[in-house]
């Protein structure tokens, strides 16, 4: 994730792709548009495969998606949020919401997610076996 709050974490600090949509919005085509706006480029073409959903710690329900492709992780542009950084400064800087893009082993990818996402990758592993 990006933004000053996850300068510096690894283990535990990495996610997937996602954002909030309203009740009137297909959370399948808010997917797509959030794939898009983080990673700087439309997701693979081809069938969606929904791995469920989970609330995090948080109290936000993400919903996710597989799409079988290709993303080469140098071609992350990631767009902007911002925000007053640092705290109470009255300076507000703009930080990318993604900072950068990596694949992974699964043993790896367990460790690097945020807690509340890696039952979307035990999903994934019963689905491709």
Do not use: C
């Amino acid at each position: 994730m990006g933004g000053p709050f996850w300068i510096g974490k690894d283990d535990g600090a990495w996610s997937i792709p996602k954002g909030e949509y309203g009740p009137d919005e297909d959370p399948l085509t808010a997917a797509r548009r959030e794939f898009l706006e983080e990673m700087g480029t439309p997701p693979p073409p081809g069938p969606a495969e929904p791995l469920g959903e989970v609330r995090q710690a948080g109290g936000k329900l993400v919903s996710v998606w597989s799409v079988h492709g290709d993303f080469g992780t140098a071609r992350l542009r990631s767009n902007t949020f911002p925000l007053e950084w640092p705290p109470r400064s009255g300076k507000v800087q703009e930080f990318p919401e993604i900072d950068r893009a990596e694949w992974f082993d699964v043993e790896t990818a367990r460790r690097k997610l945020v807690r509340g996402q890696v039952p979307f990758l035990d999903v994934l592993l019963q689905r491709v076996g």
